[in-house]
């Protein structure tokens, strides 16, 4: 597997460089396109409707293997090209291009990787080298239009480090003798593709609103030169007078910039407060700018914000829900909608709100769903970074107790690609007053010795019993792998909360020497603590049954659930006369979260109702079944 570089940063001790293998599973992530910083002043629009398309550029007469007519190249790799095929490097295939809207007339791709192919016949030689190359378009007129948006769709895959790596593209509106750039790349992983196809749109109003002698570019910079950027439907357009955008939204559980928790156990819920951040990306001024949070599910709740009095073009700024946070009260799902508004009738609205969904369990703490079946595919181990590949690396999520606990086991999601003869134990790590890893409990080894020890949750208790924690500190549940190199050990990483963790909550230590480094994922890799009397539960006491995932169900259909102690599980599938169609036996589980895989192929279409039964105790839902 070819070795590639990222760089990994630490909130509590020192960074390093580390390598990660590949992966193909891509993230729904968020794109914050940043604003120029320098003051605009306010202009008179013009008259024409917004979105109206002012210039285009969609390859369609370009010649397969060129640029258009007056376009220009430069840089150290002059490969930008046209191609109707995508990318054809080691790490690319012609499967992977730009679903773009106009794909059936090509797009314009830099093809690092197939640059790289071409002077090596060994994908993991030395000979990747950095790539790095830029194209121009021609002059672009846009006199008497001073409220403009640059859109066009893009694919990208990158390597190797978010500090070597970077898409850029710039607007100059003196034809080129001096440039603003923008960033293209947003909140996508590096080795992830962003989404296909992904709509990038960016004010350049103050950068080249009204000037006649414009220029668009698009600069590709990788520090090992892999994989390709493709871009197509290039348009500038006229952008809406009025135009609020909702840039990130925030919920701190107990902690400003703790990160997102999907789980929280009800000891250590604490109110929740919410933050939304925002940009000004209209032509005018917006006034009475203000955001509501409105929470339904397990419990309800609606408070608005702060008022921004007039919001000047281009400002950024946030928003913060505080004066009445929020207490869930009860066992289960919660989802709140961030919406801004403002008194001026806002022409774009779907930038306006964002969703977040988080759960209150009786024993889980997770920053993952915990749902598997429905599109996770990626995983994660120690030993796809440099120097992991050893015995003791160890990967970890971070959790911050508001109030005592006591930890009880630890769970983690062993994915099926992991290699018959890997083993790995649960280690506690709590994080000490000068900002130390120190290690305060370990489980016993858990050894993958076939297929039954894998594509399931795992959970084990520390060799010393329970731990308990005080309100205040902070811990990093780890796993920590043994046979490596020989055997690689993968847990399941949820891709599509990357753009929700934006701050640093997961962390590896490669060859387990205390060089803990930070990176931007989602491991599934829970803590789980006892149980407390006092908070209203959706559920019987001894467990709680999730909907089947997916619903309806065609082939298969996952079934999720938490259990509050170890007991025997088993989970039946019946018809609505209420005769038993199926029983899974899943045997004693210990603590925390399980699922049970339901194959529904050999069902007919229907409706079924399943029932889980944990001991003595019985919880049902209703589920749907359908054909191809």
């Not at 390598?19 to 024409?48: D, F, G, H, Y």
């Not at 796993?479 to 909360?497: K, S, Y």
Request: glycine letters at 8%.
């Amino acid at each position: 597997m070819k070795k590639i570089y990222l760089l990994s940063l630490s909130i509590f001790v020192s960074a390093g460089v580390w390598a990660q293998k590949s992966v193909t599973t891509s993230a729904a992530n968020e794109i914050m396109t940043q604003a120029p910083e320098a003051a605009a002043t306010q202009q008179t629009l013009a008259t024409k409707a917004p979105f109206d398309v002012i210039w285009s550029q969609d390859f369609g007469t370009t010649s397969y293997g060129a640029i258009p007519t007056g376009w220009t190249q430069s840089g150290t790799n002059q490969i930008w090209k046209k191609t109707g095929i995508g990318s054809t490097g080691y790490f690319g295939t012609s499967t992977v291009s730009l679903n773009s809207t106009t794909k059936a007339n090509g797009v314009l791709i830099f093809d690092a990787d197939s640059l790289n192919k071409a002077v090596t016949a060994d994908p993991t030689g030395a000979a990747y080298t950095a790539k790095s190359g830029e194209v121009t378009s021609e002059t672009i007129d846009l006199t008497g239009k001073p409220n403009v948006r640059l859109v066009f769709q893009q694919l990208f895959r990158l390597c190797c480090s978010p500090s070597t790596t970077f898409l850029t593209v710039s607007v100059s509106n003196n034809g080129g003798a001096t440039w603003t750039d923008f960033d293209a790349k947003g909140a996508t992983g590096i080795n992830s593709y962003n989404p296909n196809p992904e709509t990038i749109s960016i004010n350049i109003s103050a950068a080249v609103g009204g000037s006649s002698n414009v220029k668009v570019k698009f600069k590709f910079d990788s520090g090992l030169g892999v994989y390709f950027w493709q871009i197509d439907d290039v348009q500038i357009i006229e952008g809406p007078a009025n135009d609020v955008k909702l840039e990130r939204a925030y919920a701190d559980f107990s902690y400003v910039d703790g990160g997102f928790y999907t789980q929280t156990p009800s000891s250590q819920v604490a109110p929740l407060t919410f933050r939304g951040a925002i940009l000004n990306d209209g032509g005018i001024a917006q006034t009475t700018v203000n955001m509501n949070v409105s929470i339904t599910g397990a419990g309800t709740y609606s408070q608005n914000s702060n008022t921004i009095a007039s919001f000047p073009l281009f400002g950024r700024d946030t928003l913060l829900v505080t004066t009445t946070p929020f207490l869930p009260a009860a066992v289960g799902a919660y989802t709140a909608v961030y919406t801004v508004d403002q008194v001026e009738t806002d022409e774009l609205i779907a930038n306006n709100s964002m969703t977040r969904v988080f759960n209150v369990s009786d024993t889980v703490y997770a920053r993952d769903y915990g749902v598997v079946g429905a599109g996770i595919t990626a995983s994660l181990s120690p030993s796809d970074y440099v120097g992991g590949d050893v015995d003791g690396s160890v990967i970890g999520t971070l959790y911050e107790f508001p109030a005592n606990a006591v930890i009880t086991t630890a769970s983690a999601y062993v994915a099926t690609s992991t290699q018959n003869g890997a083993s790995f134990q649960f280690v506690l790590f709590n994080i000490d007053a000068t900002g130390n890893f120190v290690e305060v409990a370990t489980s016993d080894i858990y050894v993958v010795a076939g297929t039954s020890d894998k594509n399931k949750w795992v959970t084990l208790p520390f060799q010393g019993g329970v731990y308990t924690v005080a309100a205040g500190e902070s811990y990093i549940i780890g796993v920590r792998v043994f046979g490596a190199p020989a055997f690689d050990l993968d847990i399941l990483n949820d891709l599509t909360l990357e753009s929700t963790q934006p701050s640093q909550t997961t962390f590896v230590d490669p060859g387990g020497l205390g060089t803990w480094g930070w990176i931007q994922k989602a491991p599934f890799i829970h803590i789980n603590v006892e149980a407390i009397v006092g908070i209203a539960e959706n559920d019987a006491q001894n467990a709680l049954l999730q909907q089947n995932i997916p619903n309806p169900a065609v082939a298969n259909t996952t079934v999720n659930f938490e259990i509050v102690k170890a007991n025997n599980v088993s989970l039946s599938v019946y018809d609505v006369t209420g005769k038993l169609i199926k029983t899974i036996n899943a045997g004693n589980l210990s603590t925390g979260m399980h699922s049970i895989t339901v194959e529904t192929a050999d069902i007919d279409a229907g409706v079924y109702f399943y029932t889980l039964t944990v001991g003595y105790q019985q919880l049902t839902k209703k589920m749907s079944v359908m054909k191809n």
